[in-house]
């Protein structure tokens, strides 16, 4: 398998396993139209953060939990904004790179750093993403060949989906030096291929409108379809008697009809078949809609017709927040098209570079479609994640825009939260200030790489039962703990083995 080499690889290639755990501090929950105090319990929620950090923070809780992954990365172009740099030169960035890499990134190209960036991410986001999900990340083409490279180094080749063409501009720029860009990729890989299971695409009023025949028998609308295939079956040359004009009509040399002679008759026998207008044409075979899968099979082609383009998108966003604050938000159809495709209605979606909020925007528009539970975890570092991301996402909840515009609200909630302090403290002790509850849960998971939940146990020790295990913490944060025969004759759970952290021991 080709592999792809840059300065700074060796250095982080396994950076992930550095980053330090550190806690998510609530700040607000946001239900019923306002803030509040407590949690939500919604499973919503957004993270103000750096996303590598953030990413780490969520294993505790969501490894292997995520059943849809959707990004939309800086793209490497060499153009600065207001909202982040996208030559990846943010000063955030730049000291990152200097502490992770050291010196050598002082020679690093654009493209390294870039690759430096993504490739610890990448990791993680493959960590959390479950058995059978999936990640669709947005790219052109400035960094597209790199990232198919260590996408498959991270996810695996045989991983690879597919590679989407978006059209994301109906129109040409006069102003293109070569040619006028009318697409960007969305990259698709799967945690398992061979276990991925798609949804079909929703169809379209265009694939529908062909259906516009009705007989007001019960059966709704229909269309005209072929009744032959070309191959030869002995079961299916025969002749069909138009009703109308008693003219039979045998299938073309070379071909035959889809269905028996007695099935024929059936379709004869309950009006199924169409002579034409005139009534005195060949067969043709009634396809119904309400009969045919109630969607397609995903094409890779997405046309701005079906899923919006970059225009509409920023249209959307200054109907919500006003001010230009994004020159090319994703329009929140295309992102409610992976997540038909991608995810069903009680799963996690998660998307670590989250912008003005548009994911969120269409996790809450299809729940609202269909009945779901999906649940979203936003992750932005920039300074904007309150008064844009979760703002938007606000005012998604409670219905926006004003007069002709206005759209009204999708309901629902979430909790926006702040990265704190680390579990660590530099000498690699425990850091006691983030409060024993953080502890236990990272204790647990570092154990059984599963979310912890509070234990009612008599045990004021025990963290919980698993793989026939009893896992215990002993800690008291003013006193060093013993595990000595006093401690062990406490234990009221019964298990084949126990595992248990205190300070010290005694034999």
Same mark, same amino acid.
Request: proline fraction near 4%; charge should be neutral.
């Given at each position: ?10 250095? %982080? ?22 803030? $509040?105090?407590?949690?939500t ?9 750096d &996303? ?31 909202v982040?740099? !996208?030559?990846v ?7 990152w790179?200097?502490?992770?890499? =050291?010196?050598?990134?002082e ?5 390294? +750093? ?9 990791k ?14 947005? $790219? !052109? /083409? ?9 996408? /498959? ?7 690879? #989906?597919?590679?989407i ?14 040619? @006028?860009?009318?697409?960007d ?11 991925? &299971? ?13 259906y516009?025949?009705d007989?007001?028998? =019960?059966?709704?609308?229909w269309?005209?379809? &072929?009744?032959? %295939?070309?191959? *030869? ?12 004009? @008693? ?8 071909s ?5 002679e ?19 044409? +060949?067969?043709?075979? +009634?396809?119904?809609?309400?009969? %045919?899968?109630?969607?397609? #099979?995903?094409?890779t ?8 383009h970059?225009?509409?998108? +920023? ?10 604050v ?7 159809q295309?992102?409610?098209?992976i ?7 009680? !799963?996690?979606?998660?998307d670590?570079?989250?912008?003005s909020?548009t ?6 528009n ?9 649940? *979203? ?15 938007? #996402?606000?005012? #998604?909840?409670?219905?926006y ?9 999708t309901?629902?909630?979430? !909790? ?11 000498n690699?002790?425990l ?13 647990? *998971? @570092? ?7 509070? @234990? /009612? ?7 919980? %039962?698993?793989?026939?295990?009893a896992?215990?913490f ?5 006193k ?6 006093? *401690? ?20």
């Open positions: 398998m080709p592999t792809l080499n840059w300065i700074g690889k060796d250095k %982080v290639i396994n950076h992930h396993i550095n980053v330090p755990y550190k806690i998510l501090e609530h700040q607000y929950g946001y239900s019923n139209g306002s803030e $509040i105090k407590t949690e319990q919604s499973g919503n929620k957004i993270l103000h953060g &996303n590598l950090e953030a990413l780490k923070a969520l294993l505790p809780q969501y490894e292997g939990k995520v059943k849809c992954i959707y990004i939309d990365p800086p793209y490497n172009t060499g153009n600065e904004g207001w982040y740099n !996208d030559n030169n943010d000063p955030k960035i730049k000291k790179l200097g502490n992770v890499v =050291g010196k050598e990134a020679d690093l190209s654009r493209h390294d +750093k870039w690759l430096c960036m993504m490739y610890p991410r990448l993680l986001l493959h960590k959390l993403l479950s058995k059978d999900g999936s990640i669709f990340i947005s $790219i !052109d /083409d400035t960094e597209h060949a790199n990232l198919r490279l260590i996408c /498959d180094e991270i996810f695996g080749q045989g991983n690879f #989906v597919d590679n063409i978006w059209e994301k501009n109906y129109s040409p720029r006069n102003d293109a030096k070569y040619f @006028s860009a009318s697409h990729f969305i990259v698709v890989y799967a945690k398992n291929k061979q276990t991925w &299971n798609r949804n079909l695409a929703p169809r379209t009023e265009k694939q529908n409108k062909f516009k025949y007989d007001n028998d =019960g059966r709704g609308k269309r005209p379809d &072929n009744v032959l %295939v070309k191959s *030869f079956s002995e079961t299916g040359v025969f002749g069909i008697e138009n009703p109308n004009t @008693s003219e039979i009509f045998y299938p073309p040399e070379g035959c009809y889809r269905f028996n007695e099935k024929s008759k059936l379709l004869l026998k309950e009006n199924r078949l169409y002579f034409g207008k005139d009534g005195k044409g +060949k067969p043709q075979l +009634k396809r119904y809609l309400s009969e %045919v899968n109630q969607g397609i #099979v995903p094409q082609l997405w046309k701005y017709e079906e899923v919006s970059s225009q509409e998108g +920023k249209k959307q966003l200054n109907n919500i927040i006003s001010g230009n994004f020159d090319t938000p994703k329009p929140f295309l992102i409610e098209r997540l038909q495709i991608a995810s069903n209605k009680e !799963d996690l979606i998660l670590s570079f989250a912008g909020g994911t969120a925007h269409a996790v809450l299809l729940n609202k479609k269909d009945g779901g539970n999906r649940r *979203f975890i936003l992750v932005e570092m920039e300074s904007y994640a309150n008064n844009v991301t979760a703002e938007r #996402v606000k005012r #998604v909840i409670n219905g825009g004003e007069n002709g515009k206005k759209v009204e609200g309901a629902g909630s979430f !909790d926006f939260y702040e990265l704190g302090n680390s579990l660590f403290l530099d690699e002790m850091n006691e200030d983030v409060g024993i509850d953080k502890i236990r849960e990272y204790v647990w *998971f @570092s154990e059984t790489r599963l979310p912890y939940k509070t @234990s /009612d146990s008599e045990d004021e020790h025990l963290l919980g %039962v698993t793989n026939s295990s896992l215990y002993y800690y008291y944060k003013d060093l703990t013993t595990l000595d025969d006093s *401690f062990l004759r406490q234990i009221r759970t019964k298990s084949e083995q126990y595992i248990i952290y205190a300070d010290k021991t005694v034999c």
